[in-house]
């Protein structure tokens, strides 16, 4: 069974940037397209970004041009830059395999943007 462990986390200003990771515990990710996916309080998982694993990457409208994902297959690692952030990016983000169905999630990371 593969565990996802995210970090990186925080409260920041309008503005300001933060840098997700995510470490997972099984080598067979390395097979997977991999996303960042965020929870807003009373809705469900929103996938905001997504990498294949030959690191094509895809955005949803509400991050591109601000968050960049990237991963390395040989450490099991993803990363999401995250650059100007805005309130509206206030959530609780996990990583997982695209589309979450075959492994259980982690804790997760909250993101805090707020003056």
């Known amino acids: 069974q593969v565990q996802f462990v995210e970090s990186g986390g925080g409260l920041v200003q309008p503005g300001g940037s933060l840098r997700l990771s995510c470490v997972a515990s099984?080598?067979?990710?390395?097979?997977?397209?991999l996303g960042w996916f965020r929870h807003f309080p009373g809705k469900q998982r929103e996938l905001v970004a997504s990498i294949t694993s030959g690191g094509n990457a895809d955005y949803s409208i509400s991050v591109k041009d601000r968050f960049t994902i990237s991963r390395d297959n040989a450490k099991n690692t993803m990363i999401l830059q995250m650059n100007n952030l805005k309130p509206e990016d206030t959530a609780f983000y996990y990583c997982n395999t695209v589309p979450g169905l075959d492994f259980s999630w982690g804790q997760g990371t909250q993101v805090t943007v707020s003056s």
């Open positions: 099984g080598s067979i990710v390395s097979l997977y397209r």
